[in-house]
C-alpha cells in the first residue's frame, strides 16, 4: 500500500511540474507585413473603435526607428526568424535557392522548447521553397491562386490560425508567424464590418487590415490567450512615394521604403494595473527582432555587439523604456533585387545616429533629423556629421559592399507604370497609351515590345499590333491584325498555324510545331480529322487554356509589383499563338466558348 501511495505522489507531483513548465512557457505571435510603414500607423490618444493598430497603441512598447535589413520580403523575414544580417544568412532575394538547412531559424528552437509551431503564408514570395519552413509543425502555404484572387487574405489566415489553436494545441504555448502581403493588393476589394464596400486603394487594405488584426486580438482576449502571448507586429518594408524620381521599389533604400512599423506587446506574469504603452526612439534593426525572439524562447545567442554591424536584444524596452544602445550603432540594410535581375550588383546603405549613407557610385548622403523625407543630399565632406559618413564608409567598403552604379534607363522606365495601371480592368486603355509611350524611348525593350503586344491584343487594337508587328518583324502578329482588319491576302509563315488549315494532319507536321498548349487545341478543333473525341479534348484544351491564362495573369502582377516574385520565366506577359489563333475572325464562335468558360470559373 505505501508503494502505491508513494508512486501516486511522484506521479502527481510530475505532473504538477509539468503543468507549471507549460504554463510558465509564454507564447509567441509574429505578425510580418509587407509595405508597413512607421508612418502607416497614427497612435491618438482615444480608444480606436475595432482598431487593432489602437489596441497595439495602447498596450505594446512601439519602435519609432525600426528598419528592416532588406527591401525584399524573404530576406527580411529571414533575418527576423535567424537574428542574422542578409549577408550572413546568404538569402539576398526573393528567388532560389532558399534558406540552408545550416541556419537554425527560431521555430526550430522552440520545437526543442516543446511549442508547438505553425506558419500561415498569405502567398508569394513565401512558400515552403524559401526554406522557412524549417521548424514549423504546420506550415501552411497552399494557397489556390484564382482570377479574383492570388493572394490569401490576412483575415482568412488569421481564421485558419485560431482553429489551429483551438483543435490542436489546446493550453499548449506556441510559436507561431502569419505573413500578410495584403497591402500589396491595392485593387482588390474589400467590405467593412457593416457591409459596405470600401475604395480601392491602399488606405482601404490598410483599414481592413486593421479591423481584422482587432478581430483577431479580441478572440485571443476571450479564448485567454492575449495576456500570455507576446505578440510581434512587423513591417517588411515599405513602398515608395511617387516623389522618389526614378527610383525602383524594390531597389529603394530611402526610409519611406525601408523604415517600418514595429510593436511588440510582451506577455504578462500577471494582469497589470496600467499596460505598457511606450515607446523606443533609438534605431533598431529586423535582425534586432530575431535576436530577440531567440531570446524569448529561452536562449541566448553568441555575442553579437562587437562586430561590423552590432545587434542586441530587445528585452530590456519591454520592460522599461529606457534603452542602453546607442543611436550611433550602424545598421545595414540592402536589396539584392538588382543581382537576382542581372540589372546591377547589391545596393546597400548604412544608417547611423541621424545620418543615412546610400553606397552608390554617387553616394546619396542625408541627415533625416533635419531633412525628414531626405530631399535634400549632402556633401560627403559635411563636417557637421563627417565623422559619423567616415564611419559608414569604413564599415561598407570593409565588408565588400562595392558601390552601386546607376540602373540601366530601360529598368527605370519598363517599371515605372503604378501597380493599379496593370491591375484595374478600367484602366487597361491608359496603360496601353502608357505603353506605347514608353517604348517609344525604348524601342530595344523586348519586356516593353511583348507587353505592349500583348494589352493591344486584349484591346483588339489591330492596328497598333500590326505596327508592332511589321516593325519587329513577327509575322504571326501582322497576320492577325490584318485579319481582323478585314485583310484577304494576310498570309502567315508558322508550324503551329499551319496545322489549322492543312488538309492533313501528318506526324511530322505536329512535330514541327513546339508549342504544347497550341497543339491541345489543334486536338479540339481538329478532333474529326485526328480520330479523336472532340467533347474530351475541348475539356482538356479548357483546362489548359484556364491554367494559362491564370499564368499570365500572375506574370501580369509580378510585372505590376515589381517583379518581385519568382515565377516562371518559361511564360512571358507576352501573345501567345492560342490566343493569336483564338482572335482570328473564323474563330469568333470557338473564342466565346473558351471565353464563357472561363467565366463560369471566376475568370
Same mark, same amino acid.
Given at each position: 500500500?505505501? %508503494?502505491?501511495?508513494?508512486?501516486?505522489?511522484?506521479?502527481?507531483?510530475?505532473?504538477?511540474?509539468?503543468?507549471?513548465?507549460?504554463?510558465? #512557457?509564454?507564447?509567441?505571435? &509574429?505578425?510580418?507585413?509587407?509595405?508597413?510603414?512607421?508612418?502607416?500607423?497614427?497612435?491618438?490618444?482615444?480608444?480606436?473603435?475595432?482598431?487593432?493598430?489602437?489596441?497595439?497603441?495602447?498596450?505594446?512598447?512601439?519602435?519609432?526607428?525600426?528598419?528592416?535589413?532588406?527591401?525584399?520580403?524573404?530576406?527580411?523575414?529571414?533575418? &527576423?526568424?535567424?537574428?542574422?544580417?542578409?549577408?550572413?544568412?546568404?538569402?539576398?532575394?526573393?528567388?532560389?535557392?532558399?534558406?540552408?538547412?545550416?541556419?537554425?531559424?527560431?521555430?526550430?528552437?522552440?520545437?526543442?522548447?516543446?511549442? +508547438? $509551431?505553425?506558419?500561415?503564408?498569405?502567398?508569394?514570395?513565401?512558400?515552403?521553397?524559401?526554406?522557412?519552413?524549417?521548424?514549423?509543425?504546420?506550415?501552411?502555404?497552399?494557397?489556390?491562386?484564382?482570377?479574383?484572387?492570388?493572394? #490569401?487574405?490576412?483575415?482568412?489566415?488569421?481564421?485558419?490560425?485560431?482553429?489551429?489553436?483551438?483543435?490542436?494545441?489546446?493550453?499548449?504555448?506556441?510559436?507561431?508567424?502569419?505573413?500578410?502581403?495584403?497591402?500589396?493588393?491595392?485593387?482588390?476589394?474589400?467590405?467593412?464590418?457593416?457591409?459596405?464596400?470600401?475604395?480601392? /486603394?491602399?488606405?482601404?487594405?490598410?483599414?481592413?487590415?486593421?479591423?481584422?488584426?482587432?478581430?483577431?486580438?479580441?478572440?485571443? %482576449?476571450?479564448?485567454?490567450? @492575449?495576456?500570455?502571448?507576446?505578440?510581434?507586429?512587423?513591417?517588411? =518594408?515599405?513602398?515608395?512615394?511617387?516623389?522618389?524620381? #526614378?527610383?525602383?521599389?524594390?531597389?529603394?533604400?530611402?526610409?519611406?521604403?525601408?523604415?517600418?512599423?514595429?510593436?511588440?506587446?510582451?506577455?504578462?506574469?500577471?494582469?497589470?494595473?496600467?499596460?505598457? =504603452?511606450?515607446?523606443?526612439?533609438?534605431?533598431?534593426?529586423?535582425?534586432? !527582432?530575431?535576436?530577440?525572439?531567440?531570446?524569448?524562447?529561452?536562449?541566448?545567442?553568441?555575442?553579437?555587439?562587437?562586430?561590423?554591424?552590432? $545587434?542586441?536584444?530587445?528585452?530590456?524596452?519591454? %520592460?522599461?523604456? $529606457?534603452?542602453?544602445?546607442?543611436?550611433?550603432?550602424?545598421?545595414?540594410?540592402?536589396?539584392?533585387?538588382?543581382? @537576382?535581375?542581372?540589372?546591377?550588383?547589391?545596393?546597400?546603405?548604412?544608417?547611423?545616429?541621424?545620418?543615412?549613407?546610400?553606397?552608390?557610385?554617387?553616394?546619396?548622403?542625408?541627415?533625416?533629423?533635419?531633412?525628414?523625407?531626405?530631399?535634400?543630399?549632402?556633401?560627403?565632406?559635411?563636417?557637421?556629421?563627417?565623422?559619423?559618413?567616415?564611419?559608414?564608409?569604413?564599415?561598407?567598403?570593409?565588408?565588400?559592399?562595392?558601390?552601386?552604379?546607376?540602373?540601366?534607363?530601360?529598368?527605370?522606365?519598363?517599371?515605372?507604370?503604378?501597380?493599379?495601371?496593370?491591375?484595374?480592368?478600367?484602366?487597361?486603355?491608359?496603360?496601353?497609351?502608357?505603353?506605347?509611350?514608353?517604348?517609344?524611348?525604348?524601342?530595344?525593350?523586348?519586356?516593353?515590345?511583348?507587353?505592349?503586344?500583348?494589352?493591344?491584343?486584349?484591346?483588339?487594337?489591330?492596328?497598333?499590333?500590326?505596327?508592332?508587328?511589321?516593325?519587329?518583324?513577327?509575322? !504571326?502578329?501582322?497576320?492577325?491584325?490584318?485579319?481582323?482588319?478585314? /485583310?484577304?491576302?494576310?498570309?502567315?509563315?508558322?508550324?503551329?498555324?499551319?496545322?489549322?488549315?492543312?488538309?492533313?494532319?501528318?506526324?511530322?507536321?505536329?512535330?514541327?510545331?513546339?508549342?504544347?498548349?497550341?497543339?491541345?487545341?489543334?486536338?479540339?478543333?481538329?478532333?474529326?480529322? #485526328?480520330?479523336?473525341?472532340?467533347? $474530351?479534348?475541348?475539356?482538356?484544351?479548357?483546362?489548359?487554356? +484556364?491554367?494559362?491564362?491564370?499564368?499570365?495573369?500572375?506574370?501580369?502582377?509580378?510585372?505590376?509589383?515589381?517583379?518581385?516574385?519568382?515565377?516562371?520565366?518559361?511564360?512571358?506577359?507576352?501573345?501567345?499563338?492560342?490566343?493569336?489563333?483564338?482572335?482570328?475572325?473564323?474563330?469568333?464562335?470557338?473564342?466565346?466558348?473558351?471565353?464563357?468558360?472561363?467565366?463560369?470559373?471566376?475568370?
Amino acid at each position: 500500500m505505501r %508503494k502505491i501511495i508513494l508512486s501516486l505522489l511522484i506521479t502527481l507531483l510530475s505532473l504538477v511540474q509539468l503543468s507549471c513548465k507549460t504554463n510558465d #512557457r509564454k507564447s509567441v505571435l &509574429v505578425i510580418a507585413v509587407d509595405e508597413l510603414t512607421s508612418t502607416d500607423i497614427s497612435c491618438s490618444q482615444e480608444e480606436g473603435e475595432r482598431s487593432g493598430f489602437q489596441l497595439l497603441c495602447n498596450e505594446s512598447v512601439r519602435f519609432t526607428h525600426a528598419f528592416t535589413p532588406s527591401t525584399l520580403t524573404v530576406p527580411a523575414l529571414a533575418s &527576423v526568424l535567424t537574428g542574422l544580417y542578409p549577408y550572413q544568412h546568404k538569402i539576398r532575394h526573393n528567388g532560389a535557392p532558399g534558406l540552408a538547412a545550416e541556419f537554425e531559424l527560431a521555430s526550430e528552437l522552440a520545437i526543442k522548447q516543446d511549442y +508547438r $509551431t505553425s506558419f500561415f503564408s498569405g502567398g508569394a514570395p513565401v512558400f515552403r521553397r524559401s526554406g522557412l519552413n524549417q521548424g514549423f509543425e504546420l506550415f501552411e502555404d497552399n494557397i489556390i491562386p484564382s482570377f479574383s484572387g492570388l493572394f #490569401r487574405p490576412f483575415k482568412k489566415n488569421a481564421d485558419a490560425f485560431l482553429q489551429w489553436l483551438k483543435h490542436d494545441v489546446d493550453n499548449d504555448a506556441f510559436f507561431s508567424v502569419i505573413y500578410v502581403p495584403d497591402l500589396l493588393f491595392t485593387t482588390t476589394e474589400t467590405v467593412t464590418d457593416l457591409g459596405e464596400t470600401r475604395n480601392l /486603394s491602399f488606405e482601404s487594405q490598410l483599414d481592413e487590415l486593421d479591423e481584422s488584426l482587432f478581430e483577431l486580438f479580441h478572440s485571443l %482576449k476571450a479564448t485567454k490567450r @492575449w495576456d500570455n502571448t507576446t505578440v510581434l507586429l512587423i513591417g517588411l =518594408n515599405g513602398h515608395t512615394t511617387n516623389d522618389r524620381y #526614378r527610383e525602383l521599389s524594390p531597389l529603394n533604400l530611402h526610409g519611406e521604403n525601408t523604415q517600418v512599423a514595429l510593436f511588440i506587446k510582451p506577455s504578462q506574469k500577471k494582469k497589470r494595473d496600467e499596460a505598457i =504603452n511606450w515607446k523606443v526612439d533609438q534605431n533598431v534593426s529586423l535582425v534586432d !527582432v530575431g535576436r530577440t525572439l531567440f531570446e524569448l524562447l529561452g536562449e541566448s545567442l553568441v555575442d553579437t555587439t562587437s562586430g561590423a554591424f552590432p $545587434t542586441h536584444s530587445l528585452l530590456e524596452v519591454l %520592460k522599461s523604456p $529606457t534603452a542602453s544602445w546607442s543611436d550611433s550603432t550602424p545598421l545595414l540594410i540592402e536589396s539584392g533585387w538588382a543581382l @537576382w535581375r542581372k540589372a546591377g550588383p547589391l545596393r546597400t546603405a548604412g544608417i547611423s545616429n541621424h545620418v543615412l549613407l546610400i553606397n552608390d557610385e554617387k553616394p546619396l548622403l542625408y541627415n533625416t533629423l533635419v531633412d525628414r523625407f531626405e530631399v535634400n543630399p549632402l556633401p560627403l565632406l559635411q563636417e557637421s556629421i563627417l565623422p559619423t559618413t567616415q564611419k559608414l564608409q569604413s564599415l561598407l567598403t570593409k565588408g565588400l559592399f562595392p558601390p552601386f552604379p546607376p540602373v540601366d534607363s530601360e529598368w527605370t522606365t519598363k517599371m515605372s507604370l503604378p501597380f493599379s495601371r496593370w491591375m484595374r480592368t478600367d484602366q487597361e486603355t491608359l496603360l496601353l497609351k502608357d505603353l506605347k509611350r514608353l517604348l517609344a524611348t525604348q524601342p530595344r525593350s523586348l519586356d516593353l515590345l511583348n507587353w505592349t503586344a500583348q494589352i493591344a491584343l486584349n484591346q483588339k487594337d489591330w492596328e497598333t499590333l500590326k505596327q508592332l508587328g511589321t516593325k519587329n518583324k513577327i509575322s !504571326v502578329w501582322q497576320f492577325v491584325a490584318e485579319k481582323n482588319l478585314g /485583310s484577304k491576302n494576310a498570309k502567315v509563315q508558322d508550324p503551329c498555324f499551319f496545322l489549322l488549315t492543312s488538309k492533313e494532319l501528318e506526324t511530322e507536321s505536329l512535330k514541327s510545331c513546339a508549342d504544347p498548349l497550341f497543339l491541345e487545341f489543334t486536338d479540339w478543333v481538329r478532333a474529326e480529322d #485526328r480520330g479523336l473525341s472532340k467533347d $474530351t479534348q475541348k475539356k482538356r484544351f479548357e483546362r489548359s487554356f +484556364r491554367n494559362y491564362m491564370l499564368d499570365q495573369q500572375i506574370q501580369r502582377a509580378n510585372i505590376a509589383a515589381g517583379l518581385i516574385w519568382d515565377t516562371s520565366r518559361d511564360n512571358i506577359f507576352a501573345p501567345s499563338r492560342t490566343e493569336l489563333a483564338l482572335s482570328l475572325p473564323e474563330n469568333s464562335k470557338i473564342r466565346s466558348q473558351v471565353y464563357k468558360s472561363l467565366q463560369n470559373e471566376d475568370y
